[in-house]
C-alpha cells in the first residue's frame, strides 16, 4: 500500500508499505473530477499543475491537524496503468477504508455560504446541496461511506460539516442505508438481498464497477474483466457470495425476504370450506376453460360475485385442480384470495407480494436474475418490501 506523507517544506513523497507494518492514515473519499492528479502525474512532476492538487492538500493538511503522518488517495497513490496492482487495490479498498484512522469525504458541490446572523432556520444553509450531492450518487462511496470507524464530512471550503455519526438522519435520508448500518454494525447483520439494494441507483463510470464496488460489503474477492459488462459481474459476485456463504443461498435469501412480509397463499385459501362433492366441476368442464388450458398462453382468472354466492369455494376447488396437474402445465399456477374487510386480504401490495414469492419458488430459472432485476428498480422493491 503506497502511502502520502506531507513533509516539513510543503511537498509530498510517497512511501510504500506492506500489510504488517502500515501506519496510522488518514484517507480521502470523493467524486472524481476533471484534472485529478495520477500517479503518472506525481512521479513525473506535474500533478501542482492540474487542478486536482488542491484535494491532496487539503487532505494531507487536515490528517496533521489530526496528528497523522500519512494519507492516501486514490487518484495518485495507485498505479492505474498496471493491471495487476489495480486489480490488487481493488480487492483491497473495502479494507483500506475500513482500516483508516480517519476518513475525509470532500464534496465538491457543497457550499458553506457566509453566516448570517438574521438567518432564524433550524436547518444548515448547507443542507439542501447536501442532500443533492452528486457523492451520495456514485458507486464507489458506498463501502467508502460505511467501512471506516471515522467519516468526516467537509465542504469545498474545507469547512467540516459533522460526522457520519452527527449527520446520520440525513444520510439515512439521502441512502436509504439503514442507521445500524451507519453506526457500525457488522454487515453480516444484514441479507445479501438487502445490502444489494444499497447500491440502488447509484452509478459508475464503467458498467462492471457497480459489482465489483460491492466486494468488501460482502467480504469476498474476484478477478476484475472490464468488458464482460454489467449483469455478467454480477452473475460472478452473485456466486462467490454463495461460496462464501457455503449454505447460505442468495436466491434464498430473496425468496426468505418475501416471504417474511408475506401472508400465506395456502392457509387463505384453506380458510373457504371443500365443495360437496360433485360440485364446482361444471367449470373445469367448460369449453370456454379447457380452451384457455390449451392456448399455451399466460392468463388470469379473475373471479368475483355476489356474497356468499359460493365463488371463494369455486377457486378453491380450482387452483387445487390446477395444482394437482401443474407439472403437465405450460406456466406456473399462482394465486391469491382477496377477502373485503381484512386489510391484509384486501391489500394490493400482498397480494403482490405472494405472487412474486410464487412465481420465483415455482420458477427457479428466474432466480439468478431477480436481484438484479429488483434491485435495478429499488423504489418499487422497497414498496413492495415495506408498505
Not at 487536515?62 to 496528528?67: H, L, Y
Not at 360440485?279 to 392456448?295: A, F, K
Not at 365463488?311 to 401443474?326: A, G, I, N, W
Amino acid at each position: 500500500m503506497r502511502l502520502l506523507e506531507y513533509n516539513n517544506d510543503g511537498e509530498f513523497s510517497l512511501a510504500e508499505f506492506f500489510v504488517d507494518n502500515i501506519p496510522p492514515y488518514a484517507i480521502l473519499s470523493h467524486k472524481w473530477e476533471a484534472e485529478e492528479v495520477t500517479f503518472k502525474d506525481l512521479m513525473n512532476g506535474t500533478g501542482k499543475s492540474r487542478a486536482g492538487y488542491g484535494k491532496i492538500q487539503f487532505c494531507g493538511e487536515q490528517a496533521r491537524r489530526d496528528g497523522l503522518q500519512y494519507f492516501w488517495l486514490d487518484t495518485c497513490c495507485i498505479d492505474k496503468s498496471n493491471s495487476t496492482e489495480l486489480q490488487e487495490a481493488i480487492n483491497s479498498m473495502f479494507r483500506w477504508y475500513r482500516d483508516a484512522a480517519k476518513c475525509y469525504v470532500y464534496l465538491a458541490d457543497v457550499s458553506t455560504p457566509t453566516f448570517d446572523a438574521d438567518d432564524k432556520s433550524s436547518q444548515p444553509p448547507w443542507e439542501l446541496a447536501f442532500r443533492k450531492s452528486r457523492w451520495f450518487t456514485r458507486g464507489w462511496t458506498l463501502q467508502e461511506l460505511i467501512a471506516p470507524e471515522s467519516v468526516e464530512f467537509f465542504s469545498k471550503e474545507r469547512v467540516r460539516l459533522g460526522n457520519r455519526n452527527s449527520l446520520e438522519q440525513y444520510i439515512h435520508g439521502i441512502t436509504g442505508i439503514p442507521l445500524k448500518a451507519l453506526q457500525g454494525s457488522p454487515l453480516s447483520e444484514f441479507r445479501v438481498p438487502e445490502r444489494m439494494a444499497w447500491i440502488g441507483k447509484r452509478e459508475t463510470t464503467r458498467k462492471e464497477d457497480k459489482a465489483y464496488s460491492l466486494l468488501g460489503i460482502f467480504d469476498v474477492h474476484m478477478p476484475l474483466i472490464y468488458g464482460e459488462g454489467e449483469k455478467n459481474a454480477f452473475r460472478r459476485l452473485r456466486e462467490e457470495i454463495k461460496k462464501a456463504s457455503k449454505s447460505e443461498q442468495t436466491d434464498d435469501n430473496i425468496l426468505q425476504l418475501l416471504r417474511c412480509c408475506t401472508p400465506s397463499h395456502e392457509s387463505h385459501k384453506n380458510e373457504n370450506p371443500q365443495p360437496f362433492p360433485g360440485t364446482c366441476e361444471w367449470l373445469i368442464r367448460s369449453d370456454e376453460y379447457q380452451s384457455l388450458l390449451r392456448g399455451g398462453k399466460s392468463m388470469v382468472l379473475w373471479i368475483s360475485g355476489n356474497a356468499a354466492c359460493g365463488k371463494s369455494v369455486q377457486v378453491r376447488f380450482l387452483v387445487e385442480q390446477l395444482k394437482h396437474s401443474q407439472d403437465s402445465l405450460p406456466q406456473p399456477v399462482l394465486f391469491y384470495f382477496f377477502k373485503q374487510g381484512s386489510e391484509e386480504k384486501s391489500s394490493t401490495t400482498m397480494a403482490l407480494r405472494s405472487l412474486l414469492c410464487q412465481l420465483l419458488a415455482q420458477t427457479t430459472e428466474l432466480l439468478g436474475d431477480a436481484e438484479q432485476i429488483c434491485f435495478e428498480r429499488l423504489p418499487v422493491w422497497r414498496g413492495l418490501l415495506h408498505h
